[in-house]
């Protein structure tokens, strides 16, 4: 049994608007890739910016430090050391000033630098290394902001990488990603956290990717977390009655791989619908 590694606890947020988060609990053990999952409106974007949030001002979200009891508020360390500790990525880099890829990359390393230190060559090394396990070699020396969105969001995937922080927080990573892209994101994000002591929490609209690589589902719904599976260790029908409440008539087709891996995948169920 993986340990308990990040917790969210009663969170709260309120907007102008009248929607809110309301008491949103749920944890991500150590190893694990984590997807909110919920309609349009339901909270995601909202959810991840909170708990960025609240980790800067409150305990509510807490990392459980490697062999040791009880937790660490995120309340007691600086911005700086929470930079080490967490890779937030947002659907938009903010990066708005021209700089070339392999800089943007560079930047991932700013937590761990002196005020006035600049990148050595290691730096540069790995740098250049994590944008050729992405496909990008040939783009370092471009200017970030002629990229295509697909491209920049690889870039900041990138600069996650070479941070090698505990958490990665990713809001619809593969937003801008053609479909191969989409599933090498996939494939990367996992094999960042799988068997080592961090996680990812992301969101993503598509139940199908999800189901293909997340080890948790985090269900949102109306600012509500109405649950969490994972469809490893949950039978097949209380997954597809958990994914129901969010994406109505829908079904879940179980195929066994050839490694012995089962593969659930959503179809529509027509006849419900018609129905």
């Known amino acids: 049994m993986r340990r308990d590694f990040f917790m969210v606890e009663s969170l709260f947020a309120e907007y102008g608007t009248g929607f809110g988060l309301k008491d949103i609990s749920f944890t991500v053990r150590a190893g694990e890739l984590a997807v909110l999952l919920g309609g349009n409106g339901s909270g995601k974007t909202t959810l991840l910016r909170a708990v960025c949030q609240q980790m800067r001002h409150s305990g509510f979200c807490r990392l459980l430090p490697s062999g040791k009891d009880g937790a660490v508020t995120f309340e007691e360390q600086s911005v700086r050391s929470l930079a080490r500790l967490v890779s937030y990525i947002p659907q938009r880099s903010g990066i708005a000033v021209g700089m070339t890829v392999e800089d943007a990359v560079l930047m991932g390393f700013n937590p761990w630098l002196g005020l006035f230190e600049k990148p050595g060559t ?41 941070e090698d922080s505990g958490l990665l927080i990713l809001d619809e990573p593969d937003s801008a990603l053609d479909f191969a892209n989409r599933y090498g994101i996939m494939q990367k994000l996992s094999g960042l956290v799988r068997g080592k002591e961090r996680a990812a929490v992301l969101s993503l609209h598509d139940p199908m990717l999800a189901l293909a690589f997340a080890d948790a589902l985090i269900l949102i719904k109306e600012g509500r977390c109405i649950g969490t599976v994972r469809p490893a260790e949950a039978d097949v029908s209380a997954t597809e009655a958990a994914l129901r409440q969010i994406y109505g008539p829908m079904r879940l087709l179980a195929f066994e791989e050839e490694t012995g891996k089962r593969r659930l995948v959503p179809v529509w169920d027509e006849k419900e619908e018609r129905a």
Do not use: C, P
Request: no cysteine; hydrophobic share 40%; net charge positive.
């Open 122 to 162: 290691e730096h540069i090394k790995r740098a250049e290394s994590a944008l050729f396990s992405l496909g990008l070699e040939g783009l370092s020396k471009r200017d970030y902001l002629t990229l295509s969105e697909g491209q920049k969001q690889l870039v900041m995937l990138a600069r996650t990488i070479i």
